[in-house]
């Protein structure tokens, strides 16, 4: 197989990957569907879709039928699966033009593509089916091309299709997906019989084949030749968004403005819902930002629908300037709210401007994508996915305008339009059937001591109950190899020593950064040091206090002044012992340390409630399997003390307690998590978890 060579998109066939699917055509329209979605100049998450017709025996009648496979609602392309597509009858799917009653039919439409299922296990079919279905390729893509949206949302789109493809492209004018849109493909290959793909006005891109790879082929090459011309368009132009009107920072300079700035931007997204927050300062991002035509393009919106779904219809671009002084928080946020009472103004109007009788209520008028020139672009949704996503669209977006523009002049989808497909109820619907969202969504964790025992077990458990989570830790191994257990986009780390200021306060830069700022501060770093008195060195003793007394307070003054920014409230949890409440032998610097975090979280617990900031504590005891405290000559000496080998120690220190129960990490974890996502109104409490200790009862 002769693999020609591509410079706008990635060529990704694998011909020895592809023949161990063999004659399968189902599998290779998914193999080339995930290559196809791991390429974003292609197409971004969740955007297009993709097809193949393959002839089944009808379960009812035993005869051979036509069924085509698609990508399901809410899929992505990149990542699809046999789980996540439709397998409808062909000739049930167009039939349906018989009982089309036009457009104000299309959404009783979408209700009839269920009574052309074959396969029962089909996911529910998405609008883009009869688009499809109409087509008789066997094969098919709807991508979203950055280079093919800038052919499609230029002006005098269709005679720039002409003149990039001569004859061989079709081209139809922007109309909203669903059966009727089939319909104007079906009449464009019709007139124009031997095209290789048709260019949807402002919306993207289909193209076709006989075989699966015949289609990969096509869709590669169309979307190549429209990168070449406007490359070339660029050239001639000179120049890209009218040239530069703003310098950038440094990037280090940029990224220290970004991460202070990150927690009152979120405070002022969360006016209604709790966010969670992205930062990109890429040059494709700076270019656009900084440039002089960017005060004229942003209040234009995007064309895509893909686009302006996940980023609203259009960005706030802040006023501050590159040297703006960060150092008061309250006089910057005086000069950004202004901003953002006047977005949300904006889209009010826009929502009263546009609505229809039956259109769903307003939905969180803040902005998603904010534009800072100088320094880069943040975007805010409910979860770090979903803001990620965003500004990847946004970047399609800006990828799409610098086109256009050197084609011949970018254009947006008119605002009703564009209303039309924000609140559209199949859209609306869509929404009502998300899963319930978590006790921790939406909140940021930060955990230290998160290597592994104790901290990584909190970690697990917020991350699980919904939250992003931060670790830190002083070994970076351990950090890395903790992240790796989480999915995409769920956790960050940060080499943290928490008796540094300065590494805590890179730790809290790095939460701002990748999500926003923290909602949840669990200081769980720590050491043990059993020793009698007249054993105990200054060493132990400042060794103990630096790291559990001195490393919660100054987590605590830099952690408090992010949530404070933020205005959300906030939780901060210690992590002590019962050594604290429980006078002991031997125990005179460990027991002191411990006895100073707790009653520092009382301390902390008074002055912050104020501010809607909880501080609790959480006292472990006997915490052996699991715990990096009882790693190596700790363990070994208190096996020895009892006369029994360390493998016997959980057992051993079972008996010790009331309910006979060995304490795991786990059960610290879910003592943290009743703090924070069940007792929503408590504030400088202990809770004890060791099994019932009598002796360090609280009261």
Not at 94 to 99: C, D, F, H, Q, S
Not at 542 to 567: C, E, H, I, T
Request: glycine share 10%; hydrophobic share 35%; proline share 4%.
């Amino acid at each position: 197989m002769q693999v020609k060579t591509y410079k706008h998109v990635d060529y990704l066939w694998d011909e020895s990957k592809a023949s161990e699917l063999g004659d399968n055509q189902v599998e290779l329209f998914l193999y080339r569907s995930n290559i196809l979605g791991a390429d974003l100049r292609i197409t971004n998450f969740g955007g297009g879709n993709t097809s193949c017709k393959t002839i089944e025996k009808d379960p009812l009648t035993n005869e051979e039928v036509e069924v085509m496979w698609i990508k399901g609602s809410g899929g992505d392309i990149g990542t699809l699966t046999k789980a996540g597509i439709a397998g409808l009858y062909t000739e049930r799917l167009r039939n349906l033009k018989n009982v089309y009653g036009g457009l104000e039919d299309e959404d009783r439409m979408v209700g009839l593509f269920n009574h052309c299922i074959y396969d029962l296990d089909s996911k529910a079919p998405s609008i883009d089916t009869p688009l499809h279905g109409l087509l008789p390729f066997k094969h098919i893509d709807h991508l979203h091309p950055d280079a093919l949206i800038a052919v499609a949302a230029a002006k005098d789109s269709e005679k720039v299709t002409k003149e990039i493809w001569g004859d061989t492209m079709g081209w139809v004018p922007w109309q909203r997906p669903g059966f009727d849109l089939g319909l104007q493909l079906e009449k464009c290959l019709n007139d124009n019989p031997g095209i290789r793909g048709i260019v949807l006005g402002s919306h993207g891109l289909f193209t076709w084949g006989d075989t699966s790879y015949e289609c990969y082929l096509n869709s590669l090459e169309v979307i190549e030749m429209a990168s070449e011309y406007i490359e070339k368009k660029i050239k001639e132009n000179g120049s890209v968004f009218g040239g530069q009107k703003v310098e950038s920072l440094p990037e280090e300079e940029r990224k220290e403005k970004a991460a202070k700035l990150m927690p009152l931007l979120r405070g002022l997204c969360s006016s209604e819902n709790q966010m969670i927050g992205h930062f990109t300062d890429t040059d494709v991002v700076l270019e656009y930002i900084n440039s002089n035509d960017l005060e004229r393009l942003a209040p234009m919106g995007t064309s895509c629908p893909d686009h302006f779904l996940r980023t609203k219809i259009q960005p706030l671009v802040l006023t501050l300037s590159t040297d703006e002084d960060f150092s008061n928080s309250e006089k910057v946020l005086e000069k950004l709210t202004p901003a953002f009472e006047n977005y949300r103004k904006e889209y009010a109007e826009y929502y009263e401007n546009c609505k229809r009788d039956n259109s769903p209520g307003m939905r969180d008028p803040n902005p998603v994508i904010i534009i800072y020139p100088g320094v880069g672009m943040f975007s805010f949704a409910k979860n770090k996915q979903t803001t990620r996503v965003a500004s990847e669209f946004y970047i399609n977006a800006i990828n799409v305008m610098r086109g256009a523009e050197a084609i011949t002049e970018y254009t947006s989808l008119p605002r009703q339009e564009a209303f039309d497909i924000e609140y559209w109820l199949l859209e609306e619907a869509k929404l009502q059937r998300m899963p319930k969202e978590k006790p921790l969504s939406r909140k940021v964790a930060l955990v230290t001591g998160a290597g592994g025992g104790i901290g990584k077990a909190i970690a697990d458990k917020l991350a699980e109950e919904g939250a992003n989570v931060v670790l830190t830790d002083i070994v970076e191994d351990r950090l890395v190899e903790g992240v790796a257990t989480y999915k995409r986009d769920v956790a960050s780390y940060a080499v943290c020593d928490v008796t540094n200021t300065e590494s805590i306060a890179n730790a809290f830069k790095k939460a701002c950064l990748e999500f926003g700022g923290v909602d949840i501060i669990v200081h769980s770093a720590g050491l043990a040091i059993s020793k009698p008195l007249e054993e105990t060195t200054d060493k132990d003793w400042n060794l103990l206090q630096n790291v559990l007394v001195k490393g919660q307070f100054d987590l605590a003054k830099q952690g408090v002044a992010v949530m404070r920014d933020q205005g959300l409230g906030g939780n901060f949890i210690s992590i002590a012992s019962k050594n604290g409440l429980v006078s002991g032998p031997n125990n005179v610097g460990y027991g002191t340390s411990k006895a100073a975090q707790q009653h520092m979280s009382r301390l902390l617990a008074a002055e912050l409630g104020k501010d809607k900031i909880r501080v609790n504590v959480v006292n472990p005891d006997g915490v052996i399997v699991g715990s990096k405290i009882w790693e190596g000559d700790w363990a070994e000496g208190r096996a020895k003390a009892y006369g029994i080998t360390v493998d016997e120690l959980p057992a051993h220190y079972a008996k010790r307690n009331l309910l006979n129960e060995i304490i795991y990490p786990e059960d610290i974890a879910n003592g943290v998590f009743a703090c924070v996502g069940i007792l929503d109104k408590s504030t400088g409490n202990i809770i004890n978890v060791d099994g019932g200790m009598a002796n360090a009862f609280v009261r």
